[in-house]
């Protein structure tokens, strides 16, 4: 199953790769690795998405909690919580190519933030699924590039991850 | 007090209270060197290899329970310590390894002698820091040590830029009593209501039995162990590490388990309804195949680190936290207890374990003409009249030591079980004996393993560190040997050395005393004469039966029911005969 594990973590030099090193020490799959510094500069936020077994999931938070630089982590796929990512794409767009790439991009609820006179760029946030869903849409021979950012995530309600 | 970082780090090391520093110079660490010139209250030791220095620190960390202090210099200095580093992991050895490091500015430059040695030992460390600022060093040192020395203990190691240590650069000097980590917190409160669950299943056992491990001697928790075993009268198992833990001459333990383990041991733990496991983490060495491991148990399982519960076999009643609180809690409740361990049902599983001893499983042939290794061991726990300090290397002799010298108190047999690093005994042996300069230490080899840190009988001399080696001489890697005979039809591919050297002028090179032993008579006195050498390091070269095979043994992919004996027993399985 997928799991989104989201990660309090000492904003220190090397340990991102703390992280990184014990999934690929152990066997472990990302799919992806988002992190940026929260509203004490001292902390990272990291959101991890991997998939296994219950057993492996265990496993994971047991041996993420144990890396000296993780103040703290929690599942969020355990309990109620917001996912989003974001997308950037840029697409061909010529002709009447434009039109139809403007009003897909409405559907999708995507913004237009670089017109020249070929291509479009489009940035889009939602969940996952969306944003795939948005990229099966387009005919991929029009794509010049996709960059999506991984998904993050935060718990409703009052609980949080923090200190 | 303003001092240079080379100063703050010794004297960081003198007010933590460090003894001895087990080291080898080089460029990146010249300022440390001259600030330990300096001073007087930490012995240095000179190894001649960087590995045999992280052995050595850790053969003193084992016997003593304090953590084993290295410092080596950048490059070379610190990518041959890693072979240490990496074995005191797996067997969760308190150590602090101090490494140069190229000056801040130039790192990431490929400078000379440059190695990136936070990301190598990354996976082989508790912890490790990467010191940017001198003004942070001497807490970064409490912070080692704290880390390494609580919760699950580990090597931590501190990377030392040059520049940090430089003499001209000199600022405030204190080094903390204490320090806290936000993100670590090694005191755990322990779940009552688990312990409660665990004292009710274990007085409702019909087939008990105690699995215990090295959480016990690295916890300390010794007396407590045995308090506990005493009061339930139920049936002892140790692992490797955990062999003193529990007297092995006592009558309740029925010896090591797993893949060389007693067949009595490993039956109990084949047939028995509930296991607790104590400071043991399920190695694949014990468990044998999973699928099969212990199919009518259910499982209590005690251990610090979370995650080494669950990790290979899922358990019923897990306890996270230190042994020895956790059995002083249960043998509360136990006294407490209306309930009481079955006794009927205690003594029908006791006659069923005197079944499984009978098969005698550890016999080997005495009449032999040829040295038996087991015998030389026997011996060996005769002469020392069991209160040695034990080293060993790595392969049958390891196999041997561990079944043969019935160990009785913690911290005695000290051994490289997880990582198995071949070199590990010598250099541990020389950190033993200068912790306990009194006691008799012997090193139990072989020819193979011994030639890996060899060079360490030099440093043996140069501190009159008088030990015993113990070279099981079989003329093969005989663990490799062994499993060629059994699983490769004898196709003996490389386990064996057409160039052995003669250790007795080795050994007197080296300025001790070499001895060789080619029968069995003379394998008593010599040990004798050895040991009576009180002030020096003495080589017993003991020519051993070649052929000679580790038993009993669990195959690969078998059960805990299904081993290898030296006397096949009849067709009937021991479950029916039971
Ligand atoms: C050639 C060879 C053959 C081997 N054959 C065997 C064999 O037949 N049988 C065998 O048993 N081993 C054997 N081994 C050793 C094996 O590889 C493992 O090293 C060993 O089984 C692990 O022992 P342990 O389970 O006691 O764990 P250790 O490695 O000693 O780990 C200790 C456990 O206790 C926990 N702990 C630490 N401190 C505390 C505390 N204060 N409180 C609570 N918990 C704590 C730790 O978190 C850890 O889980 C062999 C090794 C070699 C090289
Ligand atoms: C550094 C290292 N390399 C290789 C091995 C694999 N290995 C395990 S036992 C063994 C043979 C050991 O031979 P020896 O020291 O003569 O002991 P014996 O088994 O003959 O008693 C080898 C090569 C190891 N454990 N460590
Ligand atoms: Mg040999």
């Known amino acids: ?14 340990a991102l790769s703390r992280v990184a090193g014990l999934f690929s020490a152990r066997g472990y799959n990302i799919e992806s690795l988002t992190v940026a510094i929260t509203e004490d500069p001292s902390l990272s936020r990291m959101t991890l998405v991997t998939r296994g077994s219950e057993e492996i999931i265990e496993q994971i938070t047991k041996q993420l909690n144990k890396l000296i630089d993780v103040v703290k982590l929690i599942d969020l796929a355990e309990s109620f919580h917001i996912e989003r990512e974001l997308m950037m794409v840029k697409i061909k767009a010529t002709g009447n190519m434009r039109d139809e790439i403007r ?21 889009m946030t939602g969940a996952s699924e969306k944003l795939d869903a948005f990229v099966a849409a387009i005919d991929s021979d029009s794509i010049i590039e996709v960059v999506r950012s991984g998904p993050t995530g935060i718990s409703r309600g009052e609980k949080g991850l923090h200190l | 007090m303003e001092l240079s970082g080379a100063k703050i780090l010794v004297q960081s090391l003198i007010d933590e209270g460090v003894e001895y520093i087990f080291g080898y110079p080089g460029g990146a660490v010249l300022h440390l060197y001259d600030a330990l010139y300096q001073q007087e209250d930490i012995k240095h030791i000179l190894v001649r290899h960087e590995q045999g ?47 140069g490091q190229v000056s801040l500015p130039v790192i990431g430059s490929d400078a000379f002698q440059e190695v990136d040695m936070i990301g190598i030992t990354r996976p082989c460390v508790k912890h490790n820091f990467l010191v940017k600022d001198v003004t942070k060093l001497a807490e970064t040192i409490k912070k080692a040590f704290y880390v390494a020395t609580t919760g699950r203990p580990g090597p931590v190691v501190i990377d030392v830029p040059k520049d940090i240590t430089a003499p001209h650069i000199k600022v405030p000097y204190k080094y903390p009593k204490k320090v806290t980590i936000r993100s670590y917190n090694p005191v755990v409160t322990i779940n009552k209501g688990q312990i409660k669950k665990a004292v009710e299943l274990l007085l409702s056992a019909q087939k008990p039995i105690i699995y215990s491990g090295g959480g016990v001697v690295l916890g300390e928790a010794s007396k407590e162990l045995t308090a506990f075993t005493r009061t339930l009268g139920y049936p002892i198992t140790n692992t490797l590490m955990g062999l003193g833990a529990y007297p092995s001459t006592d009558k309740q333990n029925i010896g090591m388990l797993g893949m060389h383990g007693t067949y009595e041991a490993n039956m109990a733990m084949h047939e028995s309804d509930v296991i607790i496991a104590i400071g043991a983490r399920f190695d ?114 390891q196999m041997w030591a561990a079944q043969y010298y019935r160990f009785d108190k913690p911290r005695r047999w000290i051994n490289s079980g997880g990582l198995g690093t071949m070199g590990f005994g010598l250099p541990a042996a020389i950190g033993v004996k200068l912790a306990h300069p009194d006691a008799d230490v012997a090193c139990v080899t072989g020819e193979a393993s011994i030639q890996m840190c060899i ?62 032993i080619d029968k069995p008579e003379e394998v008593r006195p010599a040990l004798e004469s050895a040991f009576n050498m009180k002030d020096r390091t003495v080589f017993l070269d003991i020519m051993t039966d070649r052929t000679e095979n580790v038993y009993p043994m669990i195959e690969a992919g078998k059960g805990h029911h299904d081993m290898k004996l030296r006397v096949a027993l009849g067709s009937t399985t021991d479950r029916e005969l039971a």
């Open chain 1, 1 to 14: 199953m997928r799991h989104i594990i989201s990660i309090l973590i000492e904003n220190e030099s090397g």
């Open chain 1, 103 to 123: 009003s897909m991009a409405d559907i999708f609820r995507g913004k237009i933030i670089d017109v020249t006179p070929s291509t479009y760029i489009i940035e």
């Open chain 2, 53 to 99: 220095a992280t052995h050595a620190a850790d053969g003193y960390a084992r016997s003593t329970g304090k953590p084993g202090v290295v410092l080596v210099t950048s490059g070379p200095g610190a990518t041959n310590a890693v072979t240490g580093i990496a074995t005191a992991y797996m067997d969760s050895i308190p150590m602090v390894i101090i490494s």
């Open chain 2, 284 to 397: 694949d060495r014990v468990t044998g195949k999973l699928d099969l491991f212990c199919p009518y148990a259910k499982i209590i399982h005690i251990d610090i680190d979370p995650a080494s519960i669950s990790k290979t076999v899922r358990v019923d009643i897990p306890i996270v936290g230190e042994v020895k609180p956790v059995l002083e809690l249960m043998m509360e409740l136990i006294k407490e207890s209306s309930a009481k361990p079955n006794k009927k049902a205690l003594a029908l599983w006791w006659q069923q374990i005197a079944t499984w001893q009978a098969v005698d499983c550890l016999q080997f042939d005495r009449e032999s003409p040829l040295i038996k290794p087991q015998y030389v061991i026997e011996q060996l726990y005769d002469v020392t009249k069991g209160d040695a300090y034990v080293t060993s290397d790595v392969g049958q002799h």
């Open chain 2, 455 to 516: 060079q360490e009988l030099s440093t043996a001399l140069q501190y009159k560190t008088p030990i015993k080696i113990i070279n099981l001489n079989n003329r093969y890697m005989g663990m490799v040997r062994q499993w060629q005979e059994f699983s490769y039809e004898c196709r003996y591919s490389h386990s064996y050395m057409d160039t052995i050297p003669d250790f007795v002028k080795l050994a007197e090179a080296y300025g001790h005393v070499g001895i060789r």
